[in-house]
């Protein structure tokens, strides 16, 4: 009887092995269709008027020239949720209202016939990097005696760190389309959460999420922007319902950098001190940042070392930028940028080669062997000693070279996921599950994990992802998809191959637990002559 534990190496075909991704050729050649390339009959094309003051109160919109427009089917003006009045602009590129119209170039052409009134709302606050600016409640740690660490150590090293905002700009716009159609509601949108996406959208619809259609077969990339349907999922509902027609509602370039979200930003002044041997023994900063409208949450600092006394202060500051969105394990990099900076400064100092530095201080880290082996591989690989030299370069010309260290890591597991899979009389295998590809390889990795799981040769499995309809599985998020799917996979393909066995078992005249699928055969354990074959198992 198969078990759901990962093989072992010797028992595995494919699991471990370099293979090509499915679905590169489709990629490769353009006949993947991504949200942007759906086109429905009768299709509007939706844009978006977005706000020129980063600070405003919308006191008027005049759509009345837009509407009259040929071609114009619906002009949707942006209310606030609760109150249903015109909104108060927040950012720059903040939504005001949309057109939706029977090609792109007249709905462009209807955004500039509309008139915004604004009203002052005061001066925008854009300043994120002046901890003055600072307001909230502040955010504070400390552990171990700081005060007393400092009084001891041989060195005091002070420097100032920071990180800008910077926005996600994924390959692929966010946007959708989306048509109603016989009471129900179908939307292809670009997602890193197929199974979610219809819960963001239950309310503006007025459906169940069971009368929600999602289909997302590919998307350009996320990195952490695209879980929610947000404000252009909500409008596209607008003017489909106000059209009774379908909608394509895609983000230019341009919107899509002021308006997608932005990762925050963050600064920090660092005092640490040391021992004269280079070992860190106390840490004190005050770090600051923005979050835009949003709150700010400090970086896990230090990051990494776990410095035995510190203390650390953090302080939001309110501004009129963009939305906060998650960037690629959130406030990790902003973490590593202040602390591992810090930490060079400090190896300078102490005139130490950075490897020796960071070597000796990961002694206080969660894994100082795992850490030194793997310091010793990269350097080894990127031939460090002969390339690394102190800082500062007395050689002529501007360019100049050197070599810096910093070491990340981040938490991420399997997501929960759910997969269901059908062997078929002919012995071709369908798996479906309601997960997404960003690009990191699920179809081919599911289809690897079934196809070693069954013993058969890849071409014998299709898995099928990207649907709602499927069974539920987790969003796309820190690092997760694969180890979640993965589990999924390997779990659906064994309780699907059991069955199968309980089939085979009495005509092969051995119990369950005495089978195996190995190299397209059910076989018994340790007699292999006493087998028979996968499509003749199936049939």
């Known amino acids: 009887m198969a078990t759901v534990h990962w093989p072992n190496a010797d028992r595995r075909n494919l699991i ?12 490769a050649t353009g006949y993947a269709r991504y949200a942007y390339d759906i086109n429905r009959d009768g299709m509007l094309h939706a844009k978006l008027l977005q706000a020129e003051p980063a600070a405003a109160k919308v006191l008027e919109v005049d759509t009345s020239a837009a509407e009259s427009m040929p071609g114009v089917e619906a002009v949707y003006v942006v209310t606030e949720r609760r109150s249903g009045d015109l909104p108060t602009i927040t950012y720059q590129g903040d939504i005001v209202a949309a057109v939706a119209a029977r090609t ?100 503006i619809a007025e459906l169940s999420t069971d009368k929600i259609h999602v289909d997302c077969q ?44 932005n990762r925050p930003s963050a600064f920090a002044e660092v005092k640490l001190g040391l021992k004269n041997d280079g070992t860190v023994v106390a840490w004190d ?36 930028k963009g939305l906060t969105r998650a960037w690629r394990a959130p406030n990790h990099p902003h973490a590593a940028v202040i602390t591992m900076c810090a930490m060079e400064d400090d190896a300078a100092k102490h005139s130490m080669n950075t490897i020796e530095f960071f070597k000796l201080n990961v002694a206080n ?29 007395a050689g002529a010309g501007p360019v ?33 599950m309601g997960t997404q590809d960003l690009g990191t390889g699920t179809r081919t990795t599911t289809t690897i994990v079934v196809a070693d799981t069954l013993g058969i040769p890849m071409d014998r499995v299709r898995m099928e992802i990207g649907k709602n309809a499927y069974p539920e599985s987790g969003a ?22 059991n069955a199968l066995l309980e089939k085979v078992a009495p005509e092969l005249g051995v119990s369950v637990d005495k089978l195996e699928a190995w190299q397209g055969n059910i076989q018994e354990i340790g007699n292999p002559s006493n087998k028979m074959s996968w499509d003749d198992a199936c049939a």
């Open 218 to 261: 590919y998307m350009g990339g996320g990195f952490g922007s695209k879980f929610a349907s947000d404000a252009w999922g909500d409008i596209a509902v607008e003017l489909c319902k106000m059209t009774n027609k379908p909608v394509k509602l895609m983000l230019e370039r341009d919107q899509e950098l002021m308006s997608a979200g």
């Open 285 to 320: 900063s005050t770090a600051w940042g923005s979050g835009g409208q949003q709150p700010w949450r400090m970086p896990p600092l230090p990051y990494v070392f776990t410095v035995p006394n510190y203390k650390t202060l953090g302080k939001g500051i309110v501004t009129n």
């Open 104 to 203: 792109e170039e007249i709905a462009l052409e209807a955004l500039t016939k509309i008139k915004v009134k604004y009203g002052d709302a005061g001066d925008p606050l854009m300043n994120d990097n002046d901890v003055s600016l600072a307001s909230g409640r502040d955010q504070e740690k400390e552990e171990g005696d700081p005060s007393g660490a400092f009084s001891g150590a041989d060195v005091i090293s002070e420097g100032k760190y920071g990180i800008a905002a910077i926005t996600h700009c994924c390959l692929e716009a966010h946007g959708q389309v989306m048509e109603f159609k016989d009471g129900e509601l179908y939307v292809w949108p670009s997602t890193q959460s197929v199974s979610g996406y219809a819960g963001g959208i239950t309310r």
């Open 476 to 497: 796309s998020g820190g690092s997760s998809t694969i180890g979640g799917v993965s589990a999924s996979t390997r779990d659906a393909a064994t309780q699907a191959l």
């Open 400 to 432: 100049k070279r050197g070599l810096g260290m910093s070491i990340h890591t981040w938490g991420g597991q399997g997501h929960p996921s759910n997969c269901s899979l059908t062997i078929n009389p002919d012995g071709s295998v369908v798996g479906r």
């Open 16 to 27: 471990g092995s370099r293979i090509s991704r499915l679905d590169g050729p489709e990629k």
């Open 365 to 393: 880290t969660e894994r100082p062997e795992v850490y030194r082996r793997q310091i010793d591989k990269c350097a080894d690989m990127i031939g460090w000693k002969s390339k690394w030299h102190k800082r500062g370069d």
